[in-house]
């Protein structure tokens, strides 16, 4: 309608179309201007010396800039709050997950259907397993393993990790087969050093030794303080608190760093490990070493050249020339073993260690003393031949 007044000749409209010309236009402006004091007719009611449409147009803008950034802010911090609640609700229900994970085991053996997939076998001696065997166990950073479980054993829940019993598998291993484990859990295996880290780093293990000989007799070695270093330390080993009935034959070996033919570690001029076809924590070399050869009958275990060789803990013979028929290093949380000692007190009930028939001799000078009685020996046929 504006628009046609305006292009019209208004000559021929006379006054009239004039006035409604200007009044059509200045509709649209108030129209367009609505919201602003300073068209209002409250400012146009103030006196001239009040006026200054200028200034009141640029508080007007200072104003309106003041809002619309009030307003940003807000739908930013209203954005902010929802997504921290979001978070907050994904934080809780994890949390949930896990206290339900702890709680009660939610993977299951994918071998054996309905048995839960565990830490050690405790755990599993925990949830009703009461039969020994192998089983799957899940390691601190989430690789699984298949162990033996010594479920009947000083009340059972023993995690194996390392068993000899024939000789079937090959234990003269480079360094990383023991780093990273080797062997068959059905029959002889050891678990790795790497996996041993792990373990006794999370979680505070009570080691115990099981050794047979060739006569069906049985001893054990047992200590309340077990952990492995990692591999930058070398796997160094620690142990402490010695209980049992086949002497100790490991604390010579304590604070070494583990050694194979390949990463000499020992103390000895020679790698002890070469020597034993084995990786052990040896020292010079030691009085054990139950990674060793296995060797049937376990009474041939020194060569013509005096060198030891064999599955050995000294200290339960009393012989450096003994290889064991069967042994079996296991572990068990330390918590787990002080409560059943405090329920079944009888248990240290135990038959004092064999007592020492000589003296104690460092292993790195019985060699020497084999030799020196062959000389003797030799010496003595000689006078009686003079004689």
């Known amino acids: ?162 068993r000899r019993m024939d000789g079937s598998i090959n234990f003269t291993r480079l360094w990383d087969d023991y780093t990273f484990g080797f062997g068959n859990a059905n029959s002889e295996y050891w678990i790795g050093n790497e996996n041993l880290y792990q373990m006794t780093t999370y979680y505070n293990y009570t080691m115990r030794i099981d050794m047979y000989g060739w006569d069906n007799d049985h001893a054990f070695a047992e200590y309340g303080i077990f952990f492995v270093s990692s591999e930058q330390n070398g796997f160094q080993l620690n142990i402490g608190n010695y209980r049992g009935t086949a002497g100790d034959s490991l604390n010579y070996h304590n604070d070494m760093k583990f050694t194979t033919e390949d990463r000499d570690n020992d103390k000895w001029f020679l790698n002890c490990a070469a020597k034993d076809g084995a990786g052990w924590w040896y020292k010079n070399c030691g009085y054990s070493s139950l990674n060793g050869l296995y060797i049937r009958d376990g009474n041939k275990t020194i060569s013509p050249d005096g060198i030891i060789k064999g599955i050995i803990w000294f200290h339960w013979k009393w012989l450096y020339n003994y290889s064991l028929r069967k042994t079996e290093i296991k572990v068990k949380p330390t918590l787990a073993v002080k409560i059943e000692r405090e329920l079944f007190a009888n248990v240290d009930d135990l038959p004092p260690t064999q007592e020492p028939p000589r003296e104690e001799v460092e292993i790195e000078h019985f060699e020497e003393e084999v030799e020196e009685e062959i000389r003797e020996e030799e010496i003595e046929q000689d006078l009686d031949i003079q004689g």
């Open 1 to 162: 309608m504006c628009n046609f007044l305006i292009h019209s000749k208004t000559s021929a409209m006379g006054a009239t179309v004039v006035l409604l010309a200007w009044a059509c236009i200045l509709s649209v402006v108030t129209a367009q201007d609505e919201v602003s004091i300073c068209q209002s007719l409250d400012y146009r009611a103030l006196t001239r010396e009040l006026q200054n449409e200028h200034q009141c147009m640029i508080l007007e803008k200072l104003q309106r800039d003041f809002e619309a950034d009030k307003n940003s802010r807000e739908s930013l911090l209203n954005d902010l709050v929802r997504r921290i609640d979001k978070l907050s609700k994904k934080i809780s229900k994890l949390r949930k997950a896990k206290d339900d994970e702890r709680e009660k085991p939610l993977k299951f053996s994918p071998a054996l259907k309905g048995v839960p997939l565990i830490r050690d076998c405790h755990e599993l001696l925990m949830n009703g397993i009461t039969r020994s065997g192998v089983y799957s166990i899940k390691m601190p950073l989430g690789r699984i393993l298949n162990v033996w479980c010594d479920m009947e054993t000083d009340n059972g829940g023993w995690t194996v990790i390392q």
